[in-house]
């Protein structure tokens, strides 16, 4: 454990997107290429498909690169 | 007036004394508590104007569940008892239990009733808890083994959630009003965490009464965010536990069922991977033999069938045309004489003309003999006529010189 220097946010909330925002956006896609697949274009298919490779990849980096980080947070903090 | 010994007052005091006070229940609080190395209790009960001593014999507590002390409030049950050599009476204590468990239980089961009534346990209220965590207000004793077990599992399974240490008192009298506190910095943090976790390892019923506070009680139920009870328990449920978003049995087993496993996300990721992959390549493969089978179709095909029909039929021709010289075109015509030559003599006309007849019977032609009985009138049709005739002899056989006549006939031909 560690604790954070300074006030970025921590790993698992990064700059492009949260490991929660992508997981949710890959179970989007997979549910419209499972049940919507007939009725997209072939252009559409492979947005879609390599929309989900890189939201597999940044959620794969997250669960890999992540530290615990612990932060104490000051009782007199009252504001 | 009598004259007695005080060995003789003595022995009438107690067996006044003990026959009066065979069996008693006494409340007070322990002073001067001492436990003889022989085992056996020795201590003082008191309340606020008087005392009197008392004795516990080891073989009556040994099965005392608690270590008894001073200042401690008992309710003893036993039986006074006079020390004629001192002159002194006491309590002979046969049990001894807290006077106080069940004022305490009482009023933990009346904050209980109160607050269940008012609907703060509601299932309404719960607030649902983030599938994915980001940041955790961990409200606890950083000296505490709650803090070291509860960051130990989330290291394993989640490591990748923000920590924020809220140090509170887990215990005694002022646990209540420091995690009362600790709740609103979470609340207020700049810091934003998505829950408050409220960590202590187990305890005994005293340790934990701090969590049956009505104030923190309240204050729970007010959090804007979620909160987690995570005390660990030998005995009941603490008020905490109801009015909390999540109950959870101990700090570890919080840390379990707030943050998914690290491992399964893994596992998880990769069927997701595999489903993603799968589901294109099979749309696809699909489309792949929609197209072939397309091209392939009837419709599609069929022109081209039909092209290379005429083509066929057309190179056939040309190569029977090239094969026939004019030769073989005349030797043709000599077979097509010699053929129509031969259909000419089986016309029956020509048959006739060789000396056959044909009979008939009502223009009805009778070619057995089986078809015609003696005195029918027939006809006989000649090649160039009829005449009549009438049977007169119907059965009989050809004789061998006229089946070699017909036989002739037939072989000409």
């Known amino acids: 454990m560690k604790s954070s220097k300074n006030n970025s946010e921590g790993l698992f909330e990064s700059r492009e997107a949260s490991f929660e925002k992508s997981f949710r956006r890959l179970e989007e896609i997979l549910g419209k290429l499972e049940n919507e697949i007939e009725d997209f274009s072939l252009e559409e298919i492979i947005k879609h498909y390599k929309e989900g490779l890189q939201l597999l990849k940044i959620c794969r980096d997250k669960l890999n690169a992540a530290e615990l980080q612990i932060e104490k947070i000051s009782t007199e903090e009252k504001n | ?413």
Request: with cysteine.
């Open chain 2, 1 to 413: 007036m009598n004259v007695i010994t005080v060995s003789e007052l003595s022995r009438k005091i107690r067996s006044v004394i003990e026959n009066d006070f065979k069996v008693i229940s006494v409340v007070g609080e322990i002073s001067n508590f001492r436990h003889h190395q022989s085992g056996h209790f020795y201590f003082t009960l008191k309340d606020d104007k008087s005392q009197i001593g008392a004795n516990m014999w080891s073989s009556n507590n040994i099965l005392l569940r608690f270590k008894p002390e001073d200042g401690m409030k008992v309710i003893v049950k036993g039986r006074v008892t006079v020390y004629e050599s001192r002159g002194s009476y006491q309590i002979d204590v046969w049990e001894m239990e807290r006077a106080g468990e069940g004022e305490l239980q009482f009023a933990f089961e009346e904050l209980k009733r109160k607050l269940f009534e008012e609907g703060l346990f509601d299932q309404v209220h719960k607030k649902e808890l983030p599938e994915f965590p980001a940041r955790v207000g961990l409200i606890t004793s950083e000296a505490g083994a709650a803090y070291h077990d509860f960051v130990k599992i989330t290291k394993k399974r989640y490591p990748f959630v923000k920590l924020f240490l809220i140090s509170a008192m887990m215990q005694g009298a002022s646990a209540p009003l420091s995690i009362i506190n600790a709740i609103r910095i979470g609340n207020k943090s700049k810091h934003k965490p998505e829950m408050l976790v409220i960590a202590r390892g187990g305890g005994s019923a005293e340790d934990l009464s701090c969590f049956n506070n009505e104030k923190l009680a309240r204050e729970i139920f007010a959090s804007e965010i979620p909160v987690v009870s995570a005390i660990g328990h030998e005995i009941d449920f603490t008020i905490v536990d109801f009015v909390s978003d999540l109950r959870a049995p101990t700090p570890s087993a919080a840390a379990e069922m707030i943050f998914p496993d690290k491992a399964e996300l893994m596992k998880k990721l990769n069927s997701m991977n595999y489903e993603l992959g799968n589901s294109v390549f099979t749309k696809f493969s699909n489309m792949k033999n929609q197209l072939n089978s397309i091209s392939n179709n009837y419709y599609f095909k069929r022109p081209a069938d039909i092209l290379n029909q005429y083509r066929f039929t057309l190179d056939e021709n040309e190569k029977l045309l090239q094969s026939i010289p004019a030769r073989k075109l005349n030797g043709m015509k000599t077979i097509l004489d010699s053929t129509e030559k031969l259909l000419n003599s089986l016309a029956p006309e020509q048959v006739l003309k060789r000396g056959f007849t044909i009979i008939t019977r009502d223009n009805k032609v009778m070619s057995r003999k089986s078809m015609v009985k003696t005195d029918d009138n027939i006809e006989i049709k000649f090649f160039d006529g009829v005449s009549g005739a009438r049977i007169t002899k119907p059965h009989g056989t050809l004789t061998a010189d006229e089946n070699k006549i017909i036989k002739n006939e037939i072989k000409q031909k």
